[in-house]
């Protein structure tokens, strides 16, 4: 698999230990890890804590974003898409959209390159969340 | 003036007194103000601590965001936007959007009702931080 994709399911894996929602995320630039993070959102009772928020804010700084790539183990929801849109990132590659349509229709209407690997992991660490924690779940993504 | 309007440039007044961005912005349920925040981008160093955001994330876990306003002294960006959107707020007022005019069509797109209040008061605050500044303003609109 995508080694990159591999160190966002890494991030899914540690949100999931915690107690938390597991979506992670990884910001690659030139090949390298800039930025890693994961869905906080119940360990740090922020809702805005989405993984590809704290990946993007762990990557710090970095003024230009065109040249890089932001891998989510799901496809980013507005807020997350809005932040993708707003500094410019132009590739977004997720694990899967089965558990969530996500806002890719909107993505590629702002020009991003979107590639949703469809890996069976990703499909079932979240179908598995979802069902044990629906509650959770539908508050992340404003459905409460 | 709008009351929940001069909290938002109090708001915005603050992150300039700490070297930051004016922008500000309150949450509103009720008629009373559930959050506050302003642009904390300069003073912790995060790319991502627009004003909205940092008012949302102020006013915690509330669930539902049907029932809110969204107060800010400018137009949102994509990124607030965007969690307007997923959040389901229904109603943003803003000071003005002479000087960025940000995402008033996506959220209009998205059922979003969007009304103007062009202040001159956050129009100068706004356009004077732009003329001192124009790198830090770039930056924070990804445009560097």
Known sequence: MDKFMQSAIEEARKGLEE??????????KNGEIIGRGHNRRVQENDPLAHAEIDCIRNAGRIGRYDDTVLYSTLMPCYLCAGAAVQFGIKRVIVGESGNFEGASVFMKEHGISVTDLNIEECRKMMSNFIKENPEVWNEDIGEQ
Do not use: K, M
């Open 19 to 28: 107690g938390g929602i597991p979506i992670g995320s990884v910001l690659v």
